[in-house]
């Protein structure tokens, strides 16, 4: 049991820093669970916290959901994150994960540089084409949250609203991958305890990632989006460069 504690407590600081972002929480936690399981249960463990995480941040930021939006953006992405999911066995996530690396830091420094996030029109072609590309990258590589997140930064969304939309879409992907997990018979009945602890930590971590967020400016805010931004851009190319070297 007290092992079981570390691994709430970690998806309670992950949930925090999830709510403050609006992505992170599930790669912040992925590596600390398979620490405590078998990575095949690790995944569909922190999918499952991933789901309530959501519809917890979901809950607390619904009244700024866009549904034009998450409709637009969100559609595409589940659709293009299956295609992924079914391309990733082919095509070589190495370099991918160096492209996704260099796009991200990428944008983080030209935002800097410039004081400001580069602006995109939020049109239904722009939409259309950001939710189909963070739905492949989501199915080729297993996160999505990054790429999403710089795109609904490039609309320039109020941080409640950006909030809300991310939560929105994140929680269908959830929902239509977690059957699967269910159907191969990834979740014994031992780690409904744990589950439990884990669905507590979303919970708790969101509450306080909500108090936190109501008390940074949108300035503070996207700052420091931005730094999680230059950390997942980073491990993406750390991750990819070691291994093709």
């Known amino acids: 049991m007290t092992e079981w504690i570390w691994l709430w407590v970690a998806a309670f600081v992950a949930q925090i820093i999830g709510t403050l972002t609006g992505?992170?929480?599930a790669t912040i936690l992925t590596p600390i669970a398979?620490?405590?399981?078998?990575?095949?249960?690790?995944?569909?463990m922190v999918a499952f916290f991933h789901l309530f995480a959501n519809l917890f941040r979901l809950a607390f930021f619904y009244k700024h959901v866009?549904?034009?939006?998450?409709?637009?953006?969100?559609?595409?992405?589940?659709?293009?994150?299956?295609?992924?999911?079914?391309?990733?066995?082919?095509?070589?996530?190495?370099?991918?994960?160096?492209?996704?690396?260099?796009?991200?830091?990428?944008?983080?420094?030209?935002?800097?540089?410039?004081?400001?996030?580069?602006?995109?029109?939020?049109?239904?072609?722009?939409?259309?084409?950001s939710g189909m590309g963070s739905g492949t990258l989501a199915g080729l590589l297993g996160t999505g949250g990054p790429i999403r997140s710089a795109a609904l930064l490039a609309w320039g969304?109020?941080?409640?609203?950006?909030?809300?939309?991310?939560?929105?879409i994140a929680a269908s992907v959830d929902i239509t991958r977690l059957p699967v997990y269910w159907a191969v018979g990834n979740f014994p009945q031992e780690l409904w305890t744990?589950?439990?602890?884990?669905?507590?930590?979303?919970?708790?971590?969101?509450?306080?990632?909500r108090w936190c967020v109501q008390r940074v400016s949108q300035e503070h805010f996207i700052r420091i989006v931005l730094v999680l931004l230059a950390v997942m851009g980073v491990r993406f190319l750390w991750k990819g460069i070691d291994g093709i070297i």
């Open 194 to 209: 744990v589950c439990i602890g884990l669905v507590v930590a979303a919970f708790l971590g969101t509450w306080i990632g």
């Open 23 to 25: 992505f992170g929480s």
């Open 34 to 44: 398979i620490c405590f399981v078998d990575i095949k249960l690790a995944i569909p």
């Open 157 to 168: 969304l109020p941080k409640e609203v950006y909030l809300g939309v991310s939560a929105a």
């Open 66 to 129: 866009r549904i034009h939006i998450g409709l637009w953006f969100g559609v595409p992405a589940i659709l293009m994150g299956m295609l992924g999911a079914l391309l990733s066995a082919r095509l070589p996530s190495d370099w991918l994960q160096v492209a996704l690396g260099l796009f991200l830091c990428s944008f983080v420094f030209v935002s800097m540089r410039k004081g400001s996030i580069p602006h995109l029109k939020p049109s239904n072609s722009t939409l259309l084409l």
